[in-house]
């Protein structure tokens, strides 16, 4: 099955430095590469997602890249605020027509971004 | 207001006891899932359903069970199988097929072993 391997596992940064987490997957089959947020006692939310025909999407501050070859892709976060502090994860899934989208979690990288 | 909802949000439970947690949607989602997050973990799967009277074991099935008879609930028993239950338990619901891959969380249920 899957494996998901997020790095590093935390993260402490300026406010206004930019953040990037990392994560490589197994299964080359994977096509779809979703990004949660999770702050402290709450549940997990989506911040972005890209899929494997498109190497790169962008939301405002939060980027995604993802690299098909090296089977890894990772999240960048520019001008961090303190309000971005939370455990993100990361996550991968093989999406079908008929198949619902049983992801497979990475460890989750607490970021802490100091004022 | 459409959402996916659990209950309770706290919830003790004796060594030897049988608890049933619960979640609902009124997304009109067909998939529902259920995942366990233990301190400082990712979220691991425990069962999921793709459609009503379905469900598949997920990566941590052992001492929990499952059952989808309306496609709006989707409720999850920790059985006293299950030797460490203590953990913060999250259902999910997403569409099925080739459309937006989003789960959509509810608010979580932490259960304790006293």
């Known amino acids: 099955g899957e494996n998901v391997e997020q790095h590093p596992s935390t993260l402490s940064v300026q406010e206004g430095d930019s953040a990037v987490i990392k994560c490589t997957y197994s299964?080359?089959?994977?096509?779809?590469f979703p990004w949660y947020k999770q702050e402290l006692g709450k549940r997990p939310q989506l911040i972005i997602d890209?899929?494997?025909?498109?190497g790169e999407k962008k939301d405002q501050r939060i980027a995604v890249t993802l690299n098909k070859t090296a089977k890894h892709f990772s999240l960048h976060i520019t001008e961090t605020q303190p309000e971005d502090s939370a455990v993100y994860f990361c996550a991968a899934s093989r999406r079908g027509e008929t198949s619902g989208s049983r992801l497979t979690f990475g460890e989750g990288t607490q970021l802490t971004v100091n004022p | 207001d459409g959402g996916i909802t659990q209950s309770p949000k706290y919830l003790f439970r004796k060594e030897g006891q049988n608890v049933t947690l619960s979640c609902e949607q009124n997304?009109?989602?067909?998939?529902m899932y259920w995942y366990r997050q233990d301190p400082g973990q990712g979220l691991r799967l425990i069962y999921y359903?793709?459609?009503?009277?379905?469900?598949q074991k997920g990566d941590i099935a052992e001492g929990y069970s499952v059952s989808r008879e309306k496609k709006e609930s989707f409720p999850l028993t920790v059985t006293s199988a299950q030797k460490n239950p203590t953990a913060f338990y999250l259902c999910a619901s997403s569409i099925m097929g080739g459309g937006v891959g989003e789960q959509f969380f509810g608010p979580g249920t932490r259960l304790t072993v006293l």
């Open positions: 890209i899929r494997s025909n498109v």
């Open positions: 359903s793709q459609i009503v009277n379905d469900f």
């Open positions: 997304l009109n989602h067909d998939a």
């Open positions: 299964d080359s089959a994977s096509n779809y």
